[in-house]
């Protein structure tokens, strides 16, 4: 089940996802994978925060011997 994280574009934590995927590395390029912009702006903090953990979620895959480990971002 997606969670919304955008009530102004509709905004799921799966679209953040799927943009990090798309090799979204900031709120903006999330919101532009999605073809909308920031509204009232008060969603872009937990953008920004799932972002950082889906780059880092990615990043810990890419490299197996790390799989296991916590990251910090």
Not at 2 to 27: E, F, K, Q, W
């Amino acid at each position: 089940m997606a969670m919304y994280i955008c009530s102004c574009n509709g905004l799921t934590d799966h679209d953040v996802r799927d943009a990090a995927c798309h090799g979204a590395t900031r709120p903006g390029e999330v919101y532009a994978h999605r073809q909308c912009r920031a509204q009232c702006g008060n969603c872009a903090p937990t953008v920004l925060c799932l972002l950082r953990e889906a780059i880092a979620a990615a990043h810990l895959n890419a490299h197996p011997a790390m799989q296991g480990r916590v990251a910090h971002a």
